[in-house]
């Protein structure tokens, strides 16, 4: 007798057991397996974004972008989308922490923006809207500065940064149509029973699909979250899907290994650069000491001789 379709499956999902119940939205094919569906994408962007009057439709657009002569490199978005409203929308995964990640992302909107100029003497120089997503497994100051360098924040709870152009004198807004949006996943530390919005609920469950096995009751409020959890269950990929998943995963760990490894290494020269000033710091004070006690007998008894 066949095996049952669900016989199959529970093999399928017993033999990635190890794995887990849902994907990673950390790693590249997690994110865009349950990105790359539109209405899971629309939910998203509108609850982030929240543009005025809604995201009606979208379609997704090429990710690649070539350089402007054969010397300049290609840009490779995650995911590029465009809006019935002609709205253009980055959206980037970023799980290893990188010192110039604020540039890398103003020079793929300005790749974008550029891509918008049209040839012919009519062109009025008008731009469509240009939003940048991103979302970080860290937070800005945990990227590798160079020595000496230092970032404090006003709020470490902070996790999300709404960034556009502004007049400096006055604060006020000067240009409406370029808006960076950075979300520090490490920040973010609610729990299910803490989640208000709908917002706090997609950071959660970026943050922590991985983790759960099943769909918590604090999240049936919709079905884009059922559909997300579905699409997002290990037990329904195919085998080319998994070992796809694997590799990512496999990357991303070996890439957090060797920053954390990285990581130790500084710290390691950090903690033998502060033992060694501590003994010269000892080292003078000693001296100090021996100073003010010939000192003493100087001005007791003369200069001894």
């Known amino acids: 007798m066949a095996e049952s379709k669900t016989a199959r499956t529970r093999k399928k999902a017993l033999t990635y057991k190890h ?83 604020k ?39 945990d990227a590798l500065l160079p020595l000496g360098s230092e970032i404090k924040r006003a709020d470490d709870n902070k996790y999300v940064s709404k960034v556009r152009l502004i007049d400096c004198d006055t604060g006020e807004l000067f240009y409406d149509k370029l808006t960076f ?10 729990e299910l029973q803490e989640l208000k919005t709908f917002f706090e609920q997609w950071i959660f469950i970026i943050k922590h699909l991985h ?13 884009v979250f059922e559909q997300l959890f579905e699409i997002a269950k290990i037990a329904r990929m195919t085998k080319k899907d998994v070992n796809d998943y694997l590799k990512d995963l496999n990357n991303m760990n070996i890439v957090r290994n060797e920053i954390r490894g990285l990581r130790n290494i500084i710290s390691e020269r950090d903690n033998a650069l502060a033992q060694k000033d501590n003994a010269l ?24 001789k």
């Open 19 to 101: 794995l887990g119940v849902y994907i990673s939205l950390l790693t590249d094919f997690g994110f865009k397996r349950v990105f790359g569906i539109k209405e899971v994408m629309l939910h998203f962007l509108n609850t982030v974004l929240d543009i005025e009057g809604g995201i009606k439709d979208l379609r997704y657009s090429n990710p690649e972008k070539l350089g402007f002569s054969k010397f300049d490199r290609k840009t490779v978005y995650d995911l590029y989308c465009i809006t019935g409203n002609d709205e253009h929308i980055i959206v980037e995964i970023q799980y290893i922490s990188q010192m110039y990640f």
């Open 103 to 141: 540039d890398r992302t103003l020079l793929y909107a300005a790749r974008l923006i550029n891509e918008q100029s049209i040839k012919g003497k009519d062109w009025d120089f008008r731009l469509p809207q240009v939003y940048s997503v991103n979302i970080l497994d860290f937070c800005f100051e």
């Open 181 to 190: 949006s950075y979300i520090e996943l490490p920040r973010f530390t609610k």
């Open 211 to 223: 983790e759960l096995n099943d769909l918590p009751e604090e999240l049936r409020n919709g079905e």
């Open 281 to 304: 710091a000892q080292r003078d004070s000693a001296l100090a000491q021996k100073d003010n006690i010939i000192a003493e007998y100087e001005r007791r008894y003369g200069v001894l």
